[in-house]
Structures are given as structure tokens and as C-alpha cells.
């Protein structure tokens, strides 16, 4: 696991390289294309037309969808925030275990 082999800051400078790369623009389009066709899915009617219990949970499943795709689009950053500033509060703290 590249945990084990790269410090803390070895990882963060991998995240903040990797981000400025053509690959990364790419996901980030195919990402930002998935939020705009799920807005335009929550927002063009089509769902009004189911019963009401339905329509929540399509709803409710959209808005979910959308957010993951945002967490995403963040995630490298989030990694690289979260190496530079661990809880040390806490013994033998991982904050990718919640």
C-alpha cells in the first residue's frame, strides 16, 4: 500500500501533481458533465410526474448523486488536507477510517 512506502507529504505532493495533469481536467469534465445532466434531470419535470413517495426517493437519490460527484471532484484535495493535518488528538488516528 503506497500508504506505507510514501510519507505524509511524499503523498500530498503526488495529489497536488497529479491534479495539474491532463487526465485530471478530463475526469473533472466527465464529472462536471454528470452534474449538469442530473440537474437537468431534477429539474426538467419528468420526476413530478411520478406518485409522491416515488418522486422523494428519485429525488432524494439525484441530490445524492450530485454531491458524491462533488466529494469526488474534491477528493484529491480533501486526501492532501487531511496528510497535512492530522488529529493527533487522537492515538494511532486514520483518517480514512470514517
Known amino acids: 500500500m503506497i500508504y ?3 510519507t505524509k507529504e511524499e503523498i500530498s505532493a503526488i495529489l497536488k501533481k497529479g491534479t ?3 487526465f485530471w481536467e478530463i475526469l473533472k469534465i466527465g464529472i462536471d458533465e454528470n452534474i449538469e445532466r442530473l440537474e437537468e434531470k431534477s429539474r426538467n419535470g419528468e420526476l413530478r410526474k411520478l406518485p409522491a413517495e416515488e418522486y422523494k426517493v428519485e429525488n432524494e437519490l439525484l441530490k445524492m448523486q450530485i454531491d458524491y ?4 471532484k ?3 484535495d ?3 488536507d487531511s496528510m497535512g493535518n492530522p488529529d ?4 494511532d488516528y486514520d483518517p480514512y477510517a470514517h
Open 69 to 72: 460527484l462533488k466529494y469526488l
Open 74 to 76: 474534491e477528493l484529491p
Open 88 to 91: 493527533n488528538s487522537i492515538p
Open 4 to 6: 506505507k512506502r510514501k
Open 78 to 80: 480533501l486526501i492532501s
Open 20 to 22: 495539474e495533469t491532463d
